[in-house]
């Protein structure tokens, strides 16, 4: 399984970004619908943490520091996560990794927010 994650990059504080994760390879077919899909980031000095979690009923749990700000979304067909990050804070700089199942990892991109 192959976890390939885009869309980061350098902002400003308050302005947003969109991290899309596309899952591929293992043949994952339908599992992909009823799979838990996941965002998690990493600062630098600090361990990974959880950012959003979406599963196979479309249901979502969020990071308290996020909640209100970041949407995690999946489109099946397309076999394609995402997050909406608004009104991004400096704190929120780090690296984005997708995660398929608790099991396979993408290999990150970096978010940086500037004050």
Not at 9 to 19: D, F, I, T, W
Not at 26 to 45: C, D, H, K, T, V
Request: charged residues 15%; proline residues 3%; glycine residues 12%.
């Amino acid at each position: 399984v192959q976890l390939q994650a885009s869309g980061g990059g350098l902002v400003q504080a308050g302005e947003s970004l969109r991290l899309s994760c596309v899952i591929s390879g293992g043949n994952i077919g339908s599992l992909f619908s009823i799979s838990e899909l996941a965002w998690y980031r990493q600062a630098p000095g600090k361990a990974r943490e959880l950012v959003a979690v979406i599963t196979g009923d479309y249901s979502t749990d969020y990071g308290d520091s996020v909640k209100g700000r970041f949407t995690i979304s999946r489109d099946n067909p397309k076999k394609t996560l995402y997050l909406q990050m608004n009104n991004l804070k400096p704190e929120d700089t780090g690296v984005y990794h997708c995660n398929f199942q608790r099991q396979w990892w993408g290999q990150g991109t970096q978010v940086t927010v500037s004050s």
